[in-house]
């Protein structure tokens, strides 16, 4: 079976700061891997996604993902942080190329900015 | 492009009552998912359909508990004498056909038991 583990609950940065949310994956073959975003009261927007090829891939609002699977891991990164960043990020694993469609998701980051 | 929608966005009830969410996916989104949230965690898979057949279904999805989409539209999820351990809020998402198609996530129905 999947899992997800995102090391850190809380991290707090100051605007303007580089982020780096952590998720590390178990999945026995290739994973397919997603990050999102919730704001409080709201649903979760797809920030980006990987599936094959590239294992740096681009996302939207300047956020960027590298897939390492020799650490299993899918690590989030943004070079400059904005205020309304502020919120709850979520890492996910897939396994699409099974047949099954349920998304295993991680117990999420809540991310501080200071101003 | 409207997004997924989910109706009502927040349901008040008494233990033992019955309730019933609705999403309407993506227009020509075919696969459509219900996931479960609460307070401090990641969404929790609950099931998904493929148009209007029943693909998959999690342990979580108690006999209490039933989904349908019947024509392959919009999808329902019902809860059948709720217990204070149903509170949380219910996803609803929907994607297109293969692979490596991403979920869009609606903004859920939050569910708080009395």
């Known amino acids: 079976a999947q899992s997800v583990t995102q090391p850190d609950i809380h991290i707090t940065v100051s605007e303007g700061a580089s982020l780096e949310l952590r998720c590390n994956y178990s999945?026995?073959?290739?994973?397919?891997l997603f990050w999102y975003v919730q704001s409080p009261g709201q649903g979760l927007q797809l920030l980006l996604k990987?599936?094959?090829?590239?294992?740096l891939v681009q996302g939207i609002k300047g956020f960027e993902a590298e897939f390492k699977r020799s650490q299993s891991s899918f690590n989030l990164r943004k070079p400059s942080v904005h205020w309304s960043d502020a919120a709850e990020y979520f890492c996910?694993?897939?396994?699409?190329?099974?047949?099954?469609?349920?998304?295993?998701f991680g117990s999420g980051t809540r991310l501080q900015v200071q101003p | 492009d409207t997004g997924v929608s989910q109706d009502p966005r927040h349901k008040i009830t008494k233990r033992g009552q019955n309730v019933t969410f609705r999403c309407d996916p993506i227009s020509e989104h075919n696969r459509l998912y219900w996931y479960r949230q609460t307070l401090g965690q990641g969404p929790e898979f609950l099931t998904y359909f493929q148009n209007e057949a029943q693909l998959e279904k999690s342990r979580l999805l108690s006999d209490r508990f039933s989904a349908e989409r019947p024509k392959g539209s919009f999808s329902t999820l019902e809860i059948q004498r709720t217990e204070q351990g149903d509170s949380a809020m219910y996803l609803c998402?929907?994607?297109?056909?293969?692979?490596?198609?991403?979920?869009?996530f609606g903004d859920g129905t939050r569910l708080s038991i009395l």
């Open positions: 998402a929907s994607s297109l056909l293969g692979n490596n198609q991403p979920q869009h």
């Open positions: 996910a694993v897939g396994a699409g190329d099974t047949g099954r469609r349920a998304l295993t």
């Open positions: 999945y026995g073959a290739t994973p397919y």
């Open positions: 990987y599936f094959s090829g590239d294992t």
